[in-house]
Each structure stands twice: as structure tokens, then as C-alpha cells.
């Protein structure tokens, strides 16, 4: 007897170029066999909304402006407090499994990430065994599964959050083993939960993808500008280490299923890190439409001064010397940025828009609009269409002073794209960044690439230096395949739209969506009904 009727097993933001090169090349042979008598094809985002937002968005099947989600700090209605909306439910939509559940199937949902524990569930869930967003912890229902796991199993090997570790060769070999050893581990209770058998849905996500691309990208990548060859040929490329455990633990699990119907996907991408999110603040201020906070009186010159001669100084030290008094400068970034700010820190009596979180890649612009916001300054759809059309020209104006590329890619007007009851909870303005060139980071190596010096007629100049420690940045794109009957070995020309699986499993299962901004995928309902 099959354990499971549907089996999908995520990979967590990994590169889809490089998912099908290494399954070509035979590097990933699970993935290869897998995509030769499968049906294969590429995923696209919810466009603008790539990062915070793309678990939520596959599993409820709406775009954000249905489920209310676009970042894991978002603004909270009718003030200029952020808060975080896993302290108040996380999403305003039901996931699909939940409507599976209550059509009487019998599901198991494992670390999906940024999902929240629902306790009718008829079946088994997981969160954050093993998760890169670290949102709720490790939970499960039944409540006492997740002890199970980890006295049966043990914790995942890497316990801390990934943004925190160090930086020598000695620290990423380490990091590389933890995510590799998680991947085995993670295998092995799927595994042990699968041969429990009757499964309408099974589900897990390997995160450990997820991890290794934002701290390693420089390492497997040479063209990057953070790039240590030094480092990189004593560690190997731990993108490939990690992809190789994943495709190994597929290969056990789509064994073990047996003649289940098997997806595999990365739901959105990762190359290298880019953008000018540490910008937007000043540029908005220097055009004249924010206004900065009155500064407290400090003495910041001896420090900034420091900081600049400790730079100069360890662009000097040689690479042992780095080694050794790397670990202290790590905990002191860490400390300082082992995430973007998140404070409004701007006069929102004084501006017309301010910054919104909505992740690095693709940042937002939110309007101070009268009548919405407690101290709003554009009264009226005219002005505030009039003020986001000149903002757009003055954004896409701006170059990157070095590459002479423009800084900007495109910007688009939220309400344009999408429409729902949250629709006021996103940001007005999505600014994309233009992703040709890579930027460095001064928490990495030397700090080369990680100044920006944005330039327009109207801004002038406007500089800002990146210390966020992550090499890679996600990309919109993804993949996806399915074995089974009907799917030999053929590829779709078309993308499909993540919102479309939510309502395909539903279909697929006997199970109804109340609202969906998908469809069900045709190529799919045919080959596997």
C-alpha cells in the first residue's frame, strides 16, 4: 500500500538554474531521474512580494492583499507602530491543508516555512524543527510530537540563527556540516512519519537550501565580489554539499513512497546579494519627500572615525591574523546587524512617504495619506497618484555611480497589480532593484562592493555602505516536478503561478477552496487524475 496519495517535498529557495545544471551534470542523480520521467517546469512569483510573503501566498492560494501578509514586520493599521504579525495569527486566510482536513483527508504538514500551527488538523504538523524564519519556534500538533522528534531524533544541529555565525573557514566548514547533518536528520523523521502510512498529504520543506544560500553565495559563486578563494577551497562549495544531502534524502523519501504522486519544488531562487535597501531612507530624503527625525545630540565623529580606521586596518591583516580575531568581529556585527532595522525612523508629521518593510530585494514606499495614516500629509487619489508618478520618474533617474546601470528596475503601484481587504496593510510602492551587479558586504572578507553611491540630477549624490552579512538574495523564480502517471518525462513552455498548487492539491484531494487567485494546473489535473 502507497503511505502517502500526494508527497511533496520542497526544497526552500534554491536556485532553480542550478537545480537543473547539477541534475544534468548527474551531481543531484535523485533530481535528474526524478525530472527525466517527470513533468517539469518553472514557477513565478507573486510579483513584487518574493520574499516575506511566498510560503503564505502557495499555501493560502491569494496574493497578499487576500491573506494580509508581505513581511515578518509589517506596519500596523492607523499608526506608525511596526509590530510582527505572527504575535496576532500570522495570516488572515486558512492554508489548503486545513480545507483538506475538514473535507475528512488525513494530512501531515512538516516546516513549512512562516506557517502557523493548526490545531483541528486532521493529521500531523510541524513548524520550525529545522526553519531558516524563525517565527514560532519549534511546535507541532499533537502537541507532544515535536518532543518525540527531538528525543527520538535530536534538535536540528545548527542552533543558532544563521545570520549569526562566523566568518572564518573553520566556522563555515561547521555551518556546512550542521546544515548537512540537519538534512539527515530531517530525513529520518520524515521518513519515520511517512511509514505511518495513510496520508491523503504529505509535506516537508528542507530550509537547509534556504540557509546556505544567503550565508554562502559568495563562496560558490567566483564573480562575487566577496569572493575568498582561500576560504572557498578549504570549505569546497557548501551550496553543493547541501543540495547533495537534500537530493540523498529525496531519493530515500520518493523510495519509501512508493508509488505516490511526487512534487518536488523551490518556490522562489537565490543568487547573489544586490540592491540599495540601506539607501532608500536617505535618497527619500535628499528628493525632499521624507523627512529624517531630529538628531540627538552625540559625539559620533571619534566613532565613526574608528570604525573607518578599524576597516583600513583589517583589509590589511593577513589571512591567519583574520582567523584569529575574526570570531570577536562577528559577534560584534552580529550584534549590530544580524538584521535590517526595522524602527519608522522618519518625522512622519513632516513627509509625504516613508520606507515599509518588504524585504531587501524588493523594497516599499508606503504614502502618509490623510485620512489613513494618524498624521497623513497627501489628501486626496489625485495627489497621491500625482506624487507616486513623479516618485517613480525621480527613482528610476537614479544610476549607480560605479556600473553607470540604473540603481532601479521598476516600481510598481501596488493597487495596480492586486485588490482585496488587506490591500491597505502592503506598501503603495514596490521599488525593485536592479540585480545586474553584485554588492559586497563589510561584514565579509574585505568590505569590497559594499559602498553604493547612488546619483541623480535631483539627489546629487547620495552614499551608503551595505553591513548585512548575506551573500545571496532571493529571485522570484522557481521549479517544479511531478512523477506519476501521466507525466513522462515532458516540461511546460508556460510558468506556473505559485497561487496555482493551493488550488491543484485541493482539486486533486475532493477538497473545495472558498476563494482562490489561482487555478488548478491543467498539465497536472490531467496526468494525475
Request: with cysteine; charged share 20%.
Amino acid at each position: 500500500m502507497t503511505p502517502a496519495n500526494v508527497l511533496v517535498l520542497a526544497i526552500d529557495a534554491a536556485s532553480p538554474a542550478l537545480l537543473e545544471e547539477w541534475a544534468a551534470d548527474g551531481t543531484l542523480p535523485n533530481l535528474r531521474g526524478l525530472m527525466a520521467r517527470g513533468l517539469v517546469g518553472r514557477t513565478r512569483n507573486v510579483d513584487g512580494f518574493c520574499i516575506g510573503s511566498t510560503w503564505p501566498s502557495w499555501y493560502t492560494g491569494v496574493t497578499p492583499a487576500r491573506h494580509g501578509l508581505h513581511y515578518l514586520v509589517q506596519l500596523r493599521p492607523g499608526t506608525y507602530e511596526l509590530y510582527r504579525p505572527a504575535t496576532e495569527g500570522l495570516v488572515k486566510r486558512d492554508a489548503f491543508w486545513s480545507h483538506l482536513s475538514r473535507a475528512g483527508r488525513r494530512v501531515a504538514v512538516l516546516d513549512v516555512p512562516v506557517s502557523a500551527i493548526d490545531r483541528s488538523l486532521n493529521g500531523v504538523q510541524t513548524v520550525e524543527w529545522g526553519g531558516h524564519d524563525a517565527v514560532f519556534g519549534t511546535q507541532s500538533h499533537p502537541a507532544n510530537l515535536a518532543g518525540r522528534i527531538v528525543s527520538t531524533f535530536g534538535a536540528h544541529p545548527l542552533n543558532t540563527p544563521c545570520d549569526e555565525i562566523g566568518r572564518t573557514a573553520k566556522d563555515y566548514r561547521s555551518f556546512v556540516a550542521n546544515l548537512v547533518a540537519g538534512v539527515r536528520s530531517k530525513t529520518d523523521w520524515t521518513l519515520d512519519l511517512l511509514g505511518q502510512g495513510g496520508w491523503d498529504f504529505f509535506a516537508q520543506v528542507f530550509t537547509e537550501a534556504h540557509c546556505a544560500g544567503h550565508q554562502c553565495w559568495h563562496l560558490h559563486d567566483r564573480t562575487h565580489p566577496a569572493h575568498d578563494s582561500l576560504v572557498a577551497k578549504e570549505v569546497g562549495d557548501p551550496l553543493r554539499s547541501v543540495l547533495q544531502a537534500i537530493d540523498a534524502g529525496i531519493g530515500r523519501i520518493v523510495e519509501k513512497a512508493g508509488g505516490a504522486r511526487v512534487m518536488v519544488l523551490s518556490l522562489h531562487g537565490m543568487s547573489h546579494a544586490f540592491g540599495a535597501h540601506f539607501l532608500l531612507r536617505d535618497v527619500l530624503i535628499q528628493l525632499g519627500v521624507t523627512r529624517p527625525l531630529p538628531k540627538a545630540p552625540q559625539a559620533t565623529g571619534f566613532a565613526s572615525a574608528a570604525t573607518d580606521g578599524l576597516r583600513a586596518v583589517w583589509r590589511q591583516l593577513p589571512h591567519a591574523v583574520r582567523d584569529r580575531v575574526a570570531p570577536i568581529r562577528d559577534r560584534f556585527h552580529a550584534r549590530r546587524a544580524s538584521s535590517p532595522a526595522i524602527r519608522l525612523d522618519v518625522d512622519t508629521t513632516q513627509s509625504q512617504c516613508f520606507p515599509h518593510n518588504n524585504g531587501l530585494a524588493v523594497a516599499g514606499v508606503r504614502l502618509n495619506l490623510a485620512g489613513r495614516e494618524p498624521q497623513g500629509m497627501l489628501d486626496g487619489e489625485l495627489a497621491a497618484q500625482a506624487f507616486e508618478d513623479q516618485l517613480s520618474r525621480d527613482l528610476l533617474d537614479i544610476i549607480d555611480e560605479h556600473s553607470r546601470r540604473p540603481l532601479v528596475k521598476r516600481v510598481l503601484r501596488t493597487r495596480d497589480h492586486y485588490s482585496g481587504e488587506h490591500l491597505n496593510l502592503l506598501p503603495d510602492l514596490l521599488i525593485e532593484w536592479n540585480d545586474a551587479v553584485a554588492i559586497g558586504s563589510t561584514s565579509i572578507g574585505d568590505g569590497k562592493a559594499a559602498t553604493v553611491r547612488a546619483v541623480s540630477p535631483k539627489i546629487g549624490v547620495v552614499t551608503g555602505t551595505n553591513s548585512y552579512g548575506r551573500t545571496g538574495e532571493h529571485r522570484p523564480d522557481g521549479l517544479f516536478l511531478a512523477t506519476g502517471p501521466g507525466t513522462s518525462g515532458r516540461s511546460l513552455s508556460d510558468s506556473v503561478s505559485i497561487l496555482d498548487f493551493a488550488p491543484t492539491f485541493a482539486t486533486l484531494l475532493g477538497a473545495t477552496l472558498p476563494e482562490s487567485d489561482g487555478a488548478p494546473i491543467p498539465a497536472l489535473i490531467d496526468a494525475w487524475r
